[in-house]
Nanobody, 124 residues
Framework: QVQLVESGGGLVQAGESLRLSCAAS????????MRWYRQAPGKQRELVAQ???????DYADSVKGRFTISRDNNKNTVFLQMNNLKPEDTAVYYC??????????????????WGQGTQVTVSS
């Protein structure tokens, strides 16, 4: 099994920065694509950023140029650096680990894991 634990959320003013962390309980980055999702009240969960096992990054249009996803393989931790935050960034942010469907995994692993979420609130 894999546990994902997010941290780093909080209350900031518009224009400020936050860095979210997602610590995995074991080394999985060579297999799993790591993603950050967010869900605002009354809205569907949306993909914010991802980094593949090869290190390829991708971002939602709404955060391009402001957010950066990265990972520390030695610490089994993924980060989301969020700069120039806007009130519309307010949401619960979730970390997700997803393995390719055609990959054969060890019996102890699943294809999809989620963290518990961390609240980000941006005031205007």
């Amino acid at each position: 099994q894999v546990q994902l634990v997010e941290s780093g959320g909080g209350l900031v003013q518009a224009g400020e920065s936050l860095r979210l962390s997602c610590a995995a309980s074991r080394s999985i980055f060579s297999i799993y694509t790591m993603r950050w999702y967010r869900q605002a009240p009354g809205k569907q969960r949306e993909l914010v950023a991802q980094i593949t096992s090869y290190g390829s990054e991708d971002y939602a249009d709404s955060v391009k140029g402001r957010f950066t996803i990265s990972r520390d393989n030695n610490k089994n931790t993924v980060f989301l650096q969020m700069n120039n935050l806007k009130p519309e960034d307010t949401a619960v942010y979730y970390c997700n680990a997803n393995a390719p469907g055609d990959r054969v995994l060890h019996a102890s692993l699943e294809y999809d894991y989620w963290g518990q979420g961390t609240q980000v609130t941006v005031s205007s």
